[in-house]
C-alpha cells in the first residue's frame, strides 16, 4: 500500500516549490487575449498582447504566476504525476495563501498574471469553490485588476462554472486526450462528456455576452455550422453537439433579423432577455457571494476559452488529432487548442516507458499545423488522410503538403490570388497582403519579395515572377524534399536536443529559495 506524504504543515514557500514544480505540465497561455486599463483604488491592468514577451526554453510562458491551488487528487489518471497512487509530497494552497503570493509577485514586478489549476481535492465541486473563492477574493479584497487564467474542473456545477468565467479573463476545460477510447483507457474517472458539456456552456456564455453588445457570437472567426463527421466523438456526443450548434446559429439569426427590424434601439438588457433559458446569465452565477459578484460587472471571459490534448501518451496520428482539433474550434470556438508531448513519469505497461524521450518536435509540427488550420484556411483533410495520417517530421506542415500537391506549383507572384499565395510555403499572411498590394503598381522580382518578408530559401521552389524562377531548380519532390531538410537542419536540431527541455522558471531565478 502506498502511503502519500500529506503533510500540509509546509511553509508557504515549500508550498510554493512543490505546487509551482507540479503545474509545470499544465500548458499556461501565451497571450492574454484581454485588454483592461488600471483603475483607482486596484492593482493592475490587462494588455491583449501583454502576456508572451517572456517564455522557458519549452515555450511555456514564464511571465505568469503558474501553481496547482493542491496536488492532491482523487482521480487516478495514469499519465498524470499528481494522480492518486503515485507517492508524491502533497500541499494545498489556501485562497488567502495564493492571493497574498499573487500580489506580492506582482508587486516586484515578477509576473503579469495568474495561472491557477489544481488537483481534484475530494471531489470536482468542492475544489471549484475553493478556487472561485480564490478568485473572489483577488477581485473584491486585493483588487486585483490583472489577467488571470484559470483550469476548471470538470463535474462541477454550473453555478461554479460560470462565477468562474466572470472571474478570470480565460477559462480552459482541458480535454487531455483526443479520443473517447484513450480517455477510458488512461482516466477512467473522466469521460468526453463531461469535459464537453462545460465547453458547450461556456462558449453559448461568450457567445450570448458577446450578442447582448452587438458583436458577433464567434470570439475571431465566423465559422458557420459545421462538424466534422469522424469517429473520435460517440454518436451521443455528436448529436447533442450539433443540436446546441443549431441551436446558437438559430439563435444568432434571429438576433440578428430582430436587430435589424428595430434599428438596433434595443437595450443590452432587452438583447439578454432573448437568449434562451439554458444560457448561462449574470443572474443564475451569483450564487456564490451574490452581493460581491454583482459588484464586479465584469464581461463572462472576455480572452476566451482555450484546452489541452497531451501528445504521445497514446497511440493516435497526427490525422486524428487534427481533425479533433478543428472539430473544437469549429464546434466551441476555441482560442487555442495547446499540445502538451508528454513527459514518461509513471511506470505503467500502456504508456511510454520511463526514459523515453518526449515527442518535441511532433508537438512543434502540431502547433504549426494548428496555425495552418486558424489563419491560413487549410482544413484538417487537406493536410494529412487516412493513407498518410502523420506529418514528416522532418518538414514544416505547409512545405509537406506543397511537396504532396506539386501539381499546383509554381505559381507566378503577379497573378496569383491572395489565398492562393497563402498556401506557398514562406509566403504568411502580411506578406501575402503586401505583394497583392505592390503588384498593383510595379513588377515585382525576387529581391522585392525579399523585402516584403517573403521566405525566399523555402518560397523560390514554388513561385515564379514574371513565369521566371530564381534559380534553375527541378520541381520534383525528392529533390526538393532533400533540400528543405537541409535547410532546417540546424533548428531540427536544436529542438531534438536542447538540454534545458523540461526546465521552466523557477523559484530561485527571482531569488527566492
Known sequence: MITQITNDAYTTQEKLQILADAAKYDVACTSSGSSRRGKKGGLGNAEACGICHSFAADGRCISLLKILMTNHCAYDCKYCINRSSNDVKRATFTPQEICELTVEFYKRNYIEGLFLSS?????????????CETLLLLRTRYHFNGYIHVKTIPGASDELLAAAGYLADRISVNLELPTEAALRSLAPNKTMQNILNPMGKVQSTISSHRMAIGKSAYMERSRGNQFLSHSIFSDDSKKIF???????????????????KKDNLNSISQKQSKLPRHILTWENACQLAPLDMSDLKRSFAPAGQSTQMIIGATGESDYTLLQTTQALYQGFDLKRVFYSAYIPL?????????????????????????????????????????????????????CDWALRHLEHFPIDVETASYATLLRVPGIGPKSASRITYARRYGRLNFESLKKMGVVLKRAHYFIT???????????????????????????????????????QMTLADFGIG
Not at 537542419?489 to 531534438?496: C, E, F, I, R
Request: with cysteine.
Open 119 to 131: 488537483g481534484v481535492l475530494k471531489n470536482p465541486t468542492y475544489t471549484m469553490e475553493k478556487m
Open 242 to 260: 450539433r443540436e446546441k450548434l443549431n441551436t446558437q446559429t438559430t439563435d444568432t439569426r434571429l438576433k440578428d433579423h430582430t436587430t435589424d
Open 346 to 398: 509513471n511506470e505503467d505497461s500502456v504508456l511510454p516507458q520511463i526514459g523515453t524521450p518526449p515527442p518535441l518536435l511532433r508537438e512543434h509540427r502540431l502547433y504549426q499545423a494548428d496555425w495552418l488550420l486558424r489563419f491560413y484556411g487549410f482544413q484538417a483533410n487537406e493536410l494529412l488522410s487516412e493513407s498518410q495520417p502523420n506529418f514528416n517530421e522532418l518538414l514544416d506542415p505547409k
Open 465 to 503: 515572377c514574371g513565369g521566371r524562377q530564381m534559380y534553375h531548380t527541378p520541381v520534383e519532390q525528392e529533390y526538393i524534399t532533400r533540400q528543405l531538410v537541409h535547410v532546417d537542419t540546424k533548428d531540427l536540431w536544436k529542438v531534438q536536443h536542447s538540454t534545458e527541455t523540461y526546465s
